[in-house]
């Protein structure tokens, strides 16, 4: 099963780390994260830019609106994604918690739907090889 773990972060706790272990801390995560690649586990990983770098997108009663940001009032802003192969959730939860960004905002593990399933039980058409 394929697991997507979204990472959030506080700025204000990110930002109250010394950069020399912000340093330290990162080139781990990032060893960790080629090991998990490296047996098939990390299947894909990015960082985000910041979040007031973002625009939201919003159509209603056939209404487009634009605004800058996200749009949830909260401290912590998606800050980046793993993408993992798992057999469980709780083998994704026991991932997620190895690397460090819990202490600093929160790791939301969410199973990835099989879209292909979805197209057969809405009767949509599969993609070919080349569109996939």
């Not at 930002?15 to 801390?25: F, L, T």
């Not at 990162?26 to 770098?53: K, N, V, Y």
């Not at 625009?55 to 949830?72: C, K």
């Not at 993992?84 to 083998?91: H, Q, R």
Request: with cysteine.
């Amino acid at each position: 099963m394929q697991f997507l773990m979204l990472v959030y972060t506080d700025n204000a706790l990110m930002d109250a780390i010394p950069e020399a272990e912000y340093a330290a801390m990162m080139r781990g995560c990032f060893a960790h994260a080629d090991e998990l690649r490296e047996d098939g586990t990390l299947l894909g990983s990015q960082q985000l830019e910041p979040a007031p770098t973002a625009r939201t997108i919003r159509t209603r009663d056939g209404r487009t609106s634009v605004v800058d940001g996200p749009f949830a009032e909260t401290k912590e802003m998606l800050a980046g994604f793993n993408l993992i192969e798992a057999d469980s959730l709780e083998e994704a939860v026991r991932i997620a918690a190895e690397f460090p960004w819990s202490r600093t905002g929160s790791i939301e593990v969410r199973p990835i739907r099989d879209m292909d399933a979805v197209r057969r039980r809405v009767g949509a058409a599969m993609p070919t090889a080349a569109n996939a």
